[in-house]
């Protein structure tokens, strides 16, 4: 019988759930997906997880809690850096190390080390040893990954263009909280609903978001460390140059260490743009739809009278209000 591997549906499954899905199914195990985040999962995660550690790390323990007990394995991979020379969160890095610390009785962790700022023979290592966790040898083994990578590139949906006419927000955050519903409070589609044109940063390819966070450090800036926090800099910086967006909704996680250091460097070059509305909002499980629903609206009429004729008197960070 195949075996059956639990794959949690939460923090970067939401960047590379196809191809872990593939990778599974090309490998001849039966992956098992735990179901949206809800008020259950969410609950267990934090019964599960330190208190210290970010809202979406949380909710992932939830999934981990939802799966344990119903297959044979769990894919946890250990994602260190998905490009040379830059790095994702240690929270990630040591994601399975916390899992079978803190979860008693969960399946047999598969926990693939991503780390592509190894070098070549590394990866080959780490190929070999999936293959052998999934009972196949490292060259199915290398030939489902790269089977599976093709899969999801044919598989990419194309953003929507934003209606024309509409107010464009831009929209800052991991996916892992943007894609969840469940923990971004459904923001996305909030403010579609009062009706502005959201542009996620995911909306544009990693090479075109460091492209414009290059740019930024060719203008004298220091490169950032982290993958995702290049990503947002990047966007941000894009938005704030070319003046695509109106305004910009930066969504971070309470607790979260990189993302307190990104915030303030998307907040210091948005008052060098003095006229871009920056909202950040810091989530956690206490925050709630009324209160991010006020924000929102506040935040879209501000952004819609600067658009109009009391632009002068409406104030953004950095830009002093006319008061003739
Ligand atoms: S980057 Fe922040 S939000 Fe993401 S896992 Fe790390 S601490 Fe959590």
Same mark, same amino acid.
């Given at each position: 019988?195949?075996?059956?591997?639990?794959?949690?549906?939460?923090?970067?499954?939401?960047?590379?759930?196809?191809?872990? $899905?593939?990778?599974?199914?090309?490998?001849?195990?039966?992956?098992?997906? /735990?179901?949206?985040?809800?008020?259950?999962?969410?609950?267990?995660?934090?019964?599960?997880?330190?208190?210290?550690?970010?809202?979406?790390?949380k909710?992932? !323990?939830g999934?981990?809690?939802? $799966?344990?007990?119903?297959?044979?394995?769990?894919?946890?991979?250990?994602?260190?850096?998905? +490009?040379?020379?830059?790095?994702?969160?240690p929270?990630?890095?040591?994601?399975?190390?916390?899992?079978?610390?803190?979860?008693?009785?969960?399946?047999?962790?598969?926990?693939?080390?991503?780390?592509?700022?190894?070098?070549?023979?590394? @990866?080959? /290592?780490?190929?070999?040893?999936?293959?052998?966790?999934?009972? #196949?040898?490292r060259?199915?083994?290398?030939?489902?990954?790269?089977?599976?990578?093709?899969?999801?590139?044919?598989?990419?949906?194309?953003? %929507?263009?934003?209606?024309?006419?509409?107010?464009? @927000?831009?929209?800052?955050?991991?996916?892992?909280?943007?894609?969840?519903?469940?923990?971004?409070?459904? $923001?996305?589609?909030?403010?579609?609903?009062?009706?502005?044109?959201?542009?996620?940063a995911?909306?544009?390819?990693?090479?075109?978001?460091?492209?414009?966070?290059?740019?930024?450090?060719?203008?004298?800036?220091?490169?950032? !460390?982290?993958?995702?926090?290049?990503?947002?800099?990047?966007?941000?910086?894009?938005?704030? +140059?070319?003046? +695509?967006?109106?305004?910009?909704?930066?969504?971070?996680?309470?607790?979260?260490?990189?993302?307190? !250091?990104v915030?303030e460097?998307?907040?210091? +070059?948005?008052?060098?743009?003095?006229?871009?509305?920056?909202?950040?909002?810091?989530?956690? %499980?206490?925050?709630?739809e009324?209160?991010?629903?006020?924000?929102? %609206?506040? !935040?879209?009429?501000?952004?819609?009278?600067?658009?109009?004729?009391?632009?002068?008197?409406?104030?953004?960070?950095?830009?002093? #209000?006319?008061?003739?």
């Amino acid at each position: 019988m195949n075996l059956a591997v639990g794959v949690p549906r939460g923090l970067l499954f939401h960047e590379y759930g196809p191809i872990m $899905l593939e990778l599974l199914r090309q490998c001849g195990a039966r992956p098992v997906l /735990s179901p949206v985040t809800n008020r259950e999962i969410l609950q267990a995660g934090l019964e599960l997880c330190v208190d210290e550690a970010c809202l979406p790390v949380k909710v992932f !323990f939830g999934h981990v809690a939802y $799966l344990s007990g119903k297959v044979d394995a769990l894919l946890v991979p250990r994602f260190v850096s998905v +490009e040379p020379r830059a790095y994702i969160c240690p929270k990630l890095m040591g994601l399975p190390d916390m899992i079978r610390a803190r979860v008693c009785g969960a399946p047999r962790l598969v926990d693939p080390c991503i780390d592509m700022s190894s070098g070549l023979s590394r @990866i080959a /290592s780490q190929v070999a040893a999936l293959g052998q966790a999934l009972g #196949v040898g490292r060259g199915r083994a290398a030939i489902a990954l790269v089977k599976s990578i093709d899969a999801a590139k044919r598989g990419s949906p194309e953003p %929507e263009p934003a209606p024309s006419g509409a107010i464009r @927000i831009g929209i800052l955050g991991h996916n892992y909280a943007l894609r969840d519903p469940y923990i971004s409070l459904d $923001l996305v589609d909030k403010i579609r609903r009062l009706g502005a044109a959201p542009i996620q940063a995911c909306d544009y390819s990693h090479r075109e978001t460091a492209g414009w966070e290059r740019e930024r450090a060719r203008r004298g800036a220091k490169r950032l !460390f982290w993958t995702y926090g290049r990503r947002l800099v990047g966007a941000a910086y894009r938005w704030l +140059e070319t003046g +695509e967006v109106d305004g910009i909704v930066h969504l971070a996680s309470f607790g979260c260490g990189p993302e307190s !250091f990104v915030a303030e460097v998307i907040q210091h +070059e948005a008052s060098k743009h003095g006229d871009m509305p920056l909202l950040c909002i810091d989530i956690d %499980e206490h925050s709630a739809e009324a209160g991010l629903t006020t924000r929102l %609206e506040a !935040f879209i009429d501000t952004v819609a009278m600067r658009s109009g004729e009391y632009a002068r008197y409406v104030p953004t960070s950095g830009q002093p #209000v006319d008061t003739r």
